[in-house]
């Protein structure tokens, strides 16, 4: 290399998206809002930072361990958004207590947390959620679970009927959302009134689903017989057949709280039921899952799909959380790393390597009054069609030949009137006689149309993507 | 992940495989365990074959090897790496020490408890030692392989130990005046006391442990769940028995 200098460094955990990459992810963004918007849900856009105080009392201590801290000019401690649930609770308690209820809010950002980069996820990475805030019923954490499924579908994971042709999309597999309830293990807690070491025991042993562990904590804690048998019992709380899970459940409860939280589940589970097969079909239900960010008082999920070894997306209820803030409201939400999803989409389909997103016509020419004339119209005739002017008078075919086969389906240059198609990765192909504007347009709409057929017909085969 | 060519075979030899008209993504391809290379090999595969699971008969020089009914897929990997894969989900199930999980850190489901690779990660130095509090160190220098949890172990007694980690021969460092105390696995003693070294305190006992991906062991629960009962099912009466 001529140049020795040294690329400039970006920090660890954060990452610069361009070309094909940054198109990829910006479309699957607005996918999955357009899916939150199908189902009623406004934008939200909480700040990047806020006061460090916001997160420290509500977030759980491994969230707050990994906010990124720094003082503002006037000395406040300040983080950057380590959770976009809170910043939205903080929202509603302080500012929208006193609108109707409920509101429905959603949003696609980026996320910062100082942790150890692990599975799947960086320093910087970004969500894409809702917030469901105002209704405490379990039609509400029903809607929450099955919109998670709707909007994975949406953005192309597990979609029935593409594993089973086993085309394509052969790393995509099908979804399972676990589902939980914090409840259940609270009540449970309650009841056994542990030391903070036992508490934390059987947190660690349940929560790694760890026989041994649970074997050694009970052999190490004196409980009544009927306390043993539901500790014992809570790893095998756990599975697809849901009716005899929470049965089961049932029968081993101790206190009211307990039961309270099992018929939540069951209502939340008939709720997914009667928005069709597919959403009951894709339960596990799971009473040792005790995961919690800190603010979770309820209902928990995660989603989970073949071909990723930890969740793609997660969420729960909240009925605590905005009442810190002020004034309480019930809310139930999800988020979804768009990250892992991306990352699902590449291991599926792999596609030729990354680069700026092309166009479909290229205009060359004198960059005169009648130049840009030209190219305004071809954009207004057809505003899906993306348009570039040759401004520096480079234009050549040669060099344009290998690179718009790699990256374009089909592209046009129109260069002083006379017109080139490139088609399905042939060499160009020049038009007989000089075009009028209206013939180009023609000739693009022609093109488009027929690319768009194609692409219907085999999804994977799309350049764009 | 899972391509078409693995699930072909799959589906005419595996007689547990559901109605090959039906394949589901979720149940069709074979469970993968990451298996350590070396010490716990052998013995992984002599209790997987007691459980009645298909175990291959030799690797040779192949890192992934899948059982011969298709319902098993074997990757041998470096023992501290087992725990990766697992987290990942690019093995389903792995086995360990629970000395190499407590290191790794990794989020991982750790169900069963296997009746081998019994020892245990203590802190030696020199025979002559003086023993006293280690609360009363100021900042000793220790050599280990296992730097989180030396760290961690000294950290709990409010001393901040200078760690130098070494990827084996750990006896040496007190030999050479690398380090003054050395954080190892202990099996007999006998090389603690060939080096002229003691044992001062246990960090933690030891032995094999079945993994589990977080997301397999609930997307593939059936399966997993009957590996894990054939399992539990060939453990010695004194071991826990599994709860599932």
């Known amino acids: 290399m001529a140049d020795s200098r040294l690329p400039a460094p970006i920090p660890g955990g954060v990452a610069d998206h361009f070309w094909t990459d940054a198109a990829l992810r910006e479309s699957l963004r607005a996918r999955l809002l357009h899916s939150f918007h199908q189902w009623g849900y406004s934008d939200v856009l909480p700040p990047a930072f806020e006061y460090a105080e916001t997160f420290d009392s509500r977030a ?14 006037d000395g406040s401690l300040l983080a950057l958004r380590a ?5 939205v609770a903080r929202l509603v308690a302080t500012r929208l207590h006193d609108a109707p209820m409920p509101q429905r809010f959603c949003y696609a950002g980026s996320i910062y947390r100082y942790g150890d980069t692990r599975a799947g996820q960086q320093r910087e990475f970004w969500q894409a959620g809702v917030e469901l805030i105002g209704e405490a019923a379990p039609a509400a954490d029903a809607e929450i679970l099955v919109l998670a499924l709707a909007a994975l579908r949406d953005a192309g994971i597990g979609q029935a009927g593409i594993d089973n042709a086993g085309v394509g999309h052969a790393g995509i597999g099908d979804i399972r959302l676990a589902v939980g309830h914090l409840g259940f293990f609270d009540a449970l807690m309650a009841e056994l009134s542990l030391s903070a070491s036992g508490k934390d025991a059987l947190f660690e042993a349940v929560d790694g689903r760890s026989d041994g562990a649970l074997h050694k904590f009970l052999q ?9 048998a539901v500790v014992a019992a809570l790893p095998s709380l756990s599975g697809t057949d849901y009716d005899e899970i929470l049965d089961r459940a049932q029968s081993l409860c101790l206190s009211d709280a307990m039961r309270t939280a099992i018929d939540a589940m069951r209502a939340i589970l008939a709720h997914v039921s009667f928005y069709g097969d597919d959403g009951a079909r894709s339960l596990y239900v799971d009473l040792s899952e005790i995961h919690n960010l800190g603010y979770y008082t309820g209902l928990t999920f995660e989603a989970l799909t073949v071909g990723l070894g930890y969740p793609i997306a997660s969420g729960g209820r909240y009925d605590s959380l905005i ?13 979804i790393n768009l990250d892992r999803i991306l990352y699902l989409q590449q291991a599926a389909a792999p596609r030729s ?15 005169d009054a009648a130049f840009h004339s030209a190219v305004a119209a071809l954009r207004a005739a057809l505003p899906e069609l993306r348009v570039a002017a040759d401004l520096a008078h480079r234009l050549d075919l040669s060099d344009f030949t290998a690179f718009a086969a790699r990256v374009m389906p089909w592209l046009a240059l129109w260069f002083d009137g006379e017109c080139f198609v490139l088609s399905e990765g042939s060499q160009f192909q020049a038009q007989s006689g000089r075009l009028t504007i209206s013939e180009v347009i023609e000739l693009a709409r022609t093109h488009m149309t027929s690319h768009a057929q194609r692409t219907a017909m085999t999804p994977e085969a799309d350049g764009s993507r | 992940m899972t391509s078409r060519s693995r699930k072909a075979p799959l589906v005419s030899t595996d007689p547990t495989t559901p109605d090959p008209t039906t394949p589901d993504p979720i149940t069709v391809a074979p469970i993968t365990v990451a298996l350590p290379k070396g010490r716990l090999q052998g013995e992984t595969l002599d209790h997987f074959a007691a459980a009645g699971l298909p175990v291959p008969g030799d690797f040779g020089r192949r890192l992934v090897v899948t059982s011969p009914d298709g319902s098993l897929r074997y990757l041998l990997a470096k023992p501290a790496d087992v725990p990766t894969y ?17 290191e790794s850190g990794r989020e991982v489901y750790e169900p069963l408890l296997l009746p081998y690779g019994y020892c245990r990660l203590a802190l030696a130095g020199h025979v002559d030692r003086p023993d006293y509090p280690l609360r009363w160190e100021n900042q000793p220098r220790v050599a280990t392989k296992y730097p989180r949890l030396a760290a961690a172990f000294f950290r709990e007694r409010g001393v901040n130990a200078e760690i130098i980690e070494l990827s084996g021969s750990v006896e040496l460092g007190p030999l050479v005046g690398l380090a003054e105390l050395i954080v190892d ?39 997993i769940q009957a590996i894990l009962s054939r399992l539990a099912a060939a453990l010695p009466l004194d071991q826990p028995a599994n709860t599932q």
């Open chain 1, 60 to 73: 759980n201590p491994v969230l707050r361990e990994e906010l990124y801290r720094f003082v503002d000019r």
């Open chain 1, 83 to 87: 959770d976009m649930t809170i910043p």
């Open chain 1, 220 to 228: 190490g804690t004196n409980l009544t017989a009927e306390q043993r």
């Open chain 1, 323 to 335: 009442g810190t803030f002020g004034s309480g409201q019930p809310a139930v939400g999800l988020a």
């Open chain 1, 353 to 367: 390597a990354s680069g700026p997103l092309p166009a479909h016509v290229l205009v060359g020419g004198e960059a």
């Open chain 2, 86 to 102: 697992v987290e990942y989900g690019a093995a389903d199930l792995g086995v360990c020490g629970l000395d190499v999980l407590r």
């Open chain 2, 185 to 223: 696995l202990v099996d007999t003693g006998h090389t603690l006391r060939a080096n002229g070294l003691a044992e001062l305190r246990v960090i933690m006992q030891s032995q094999a442990v079945l993994i589990a991906n977080r997301a397999s062991f609930r997307l593939r629960s059936q399966q």
